[in-house]
Every structure is written in C-alpha cells, then in structure tokens.
C-alpha cells in the first residue's frame, strides 16, 4: 500500500532545458510534469505522427507482456488500460517520483525493436513525450477508469466495452484474469464482494457520460494538469510549490493553450 504523506516527492521532469511551443508560435519553458507518488495518473502514449501503433493481435499481446513486465520492474500499478489502434491508455500509481518515466521508457524501448524487426521498419514509433494527468482519486479516478475501458465503444470499433479483449474492462467488469491489473481501492469500495465489485463497474460503465466530463479528461491530461476538486488541486500545489494549472503571462494570455 502507497504512503503518500511519508513520500511527499514530486517528479518535475524535463525542466528549462526543453520547450512547449505556444499555436501562436512563442517559444516558453516546457510545462513540467507533475507526478506525486501514491496519487494516481492517467497516461497517453501516441505513435509519432498518429501512426498506426499496432497491427496485429500479436503486436498488442507483445506490447501487454512487455508492459507487465516493466511495470513490476518499475514499481508501477496499473489500474486500467486500452490499446487503441494509434495510441495507449493507462491508469497508474507509481510508488516514486520516476515510475511512469522508467516503465514506459522499458516498455517503449523494447516495443519499439519488436516492432521494426517484424515490420522492416526503422527510426521511431511514439511521440517523444507521453501526456498525463494527476487524478484525484475521491472524485475523478473512477470516472477515468470508465473514460479508459469505454474508449473502443466511443471510437466506434465495438459496440460494447466487453467485446474489445484489449483493455481492463474484462477483468474489472467480468472477472476475466488479468495479471496487469491492480485494483484500485477507488475500485475495492464499490462492493464488499467481487461480484458486488463487478456489477456495480458495470453498471457505470453502461451509464452516460456528460461530454463535459470527457472533455476534463482530455483537457487534464493533453495540458498536463490536475484532475481534481479545488481542495485537490490546493493540496497538490502546497506539496509540490508550484501551481497546478498553466497560467500565462503577459502578451501569452490570449493565447491558445500550450501543446503538452
């Protein structure tokens, strides 16, 4: 079990060194990533160029194998996750502050030469910076969760979440084994039982969800942020120093949002 209050670190990964462009075209330190240990964080990966990422069957259950792998390496739990055609999702609680960074640099790196040993392929496959978003698990981690497993039915390629085998919906909804997947304790409180538990995932994952709350998802997570209640965000920016949330500066305030 995490003890968030004893690691009190935040991971500020790729400081002044690197660059965000503004859309407008104005150079400005690239925003830092926030990673607090013990909190969980929702993660993107896309293929460079939004390239097909996987073809095969067999690229996703490399890709799954290589994943469970680092994860346990890293010390990184994985709550949830999808494997799109162009790009992942993951729902994770790193025990340090370079959890996330380690798992996915192995898990990438070793992906990568599958990849173009099958494929004839050379030079990269992802974009060299993966986005993120710390997730306030009181309010938002289960709605996450649901944003993750219901991500093939939003994206038309099922019509429902249990009919795509590649996510955590099966062993969240169904209780189909799948040793990547940690339960949460967000997840634990939805029954005292695991059929309780199962029926009670499902049951929000049928629901409807607002266009608003994916849009927090997005948002969080494309600008780097924090998804979370204001008593959150307060609570984050007292431990790491800094705030939360991108605020510009002079001529940048009619601009438009940083690209992460």
């Known amino acids: 079990m995490h003890d968030t209050h004893a690691v009190a670190q935040t991971y500020l990964s790729n400081r002044v060194t690197k660059y965000a462009i503004l859309k407008r075209g104005t150079v400005v330190p ?56 162009n790009h992942i999702h993951l729902l994770v609680t790193p025990e340090d502050r370079d959890c996330t960074a380690r798992m996915l640099k192995m898990v990438g790196s070793r992906y990568v ?28 981690f289960l709605a996450c969760s649901r944003y993750i497993d219901c991500n093939p039915v939003r994206a ?7 009919e795509y085998l590649w996510s955590s919906y099966r062993a969240l909804a169904l209780g189909h084994p799948d ?33 608003t709350r994916l849009a927090e998802v997005r948002h969080a997570t494309d ?4 998804l979370g209640s204001a008593a959150f965000h307060a609570r984050v920016e007292g431990r790491i120093g800094r705030p939360t949330v991108r605020r510009l500066h002079g001529g940048d305030r009619r601009s438009a949002a940083l690209v992460g």
């Open 113 to 140: 030469r599958y990849h173009n040993a099958a494929y004839a392929q050379t030079g990269t496959l992802w974009e060299g910076r993966y986005r993120s978003a710390l997730i306030d698990s009181a309010y938002y």
């Open 179 to 211: 040793t990547l997947v940690t339960p949460h304790v967000s997840y634990r409180a939805l029954g005292l039982t695991t059929s309780a538990r199962q029926s009670a995932y499902t049951a929000l994952c049928a629901a409807s969800v607002p266009d």
């Open 30 to 85: 690239r925003w830092p990533r926030i990673v607090v240990p013990g909190e969980p964080m929702h993660i993107t990966h896309r293929g460079h160029n939004r390239a097909a990422t996987f073809r095969s069957d067999s690229d996703r259950e490399y890709y799954l194998d290589a994943l469970r792998s680092a994860s346990h390496r890293a010390r990184c739990s994985i709550h949830a996750y999808v494997l799109m055609t």
């Open 156 to 162: 038309r390629m099922v019509s429902r979440p249990e």
């Open 223 to 226: 600008g780097g942020s924090v």
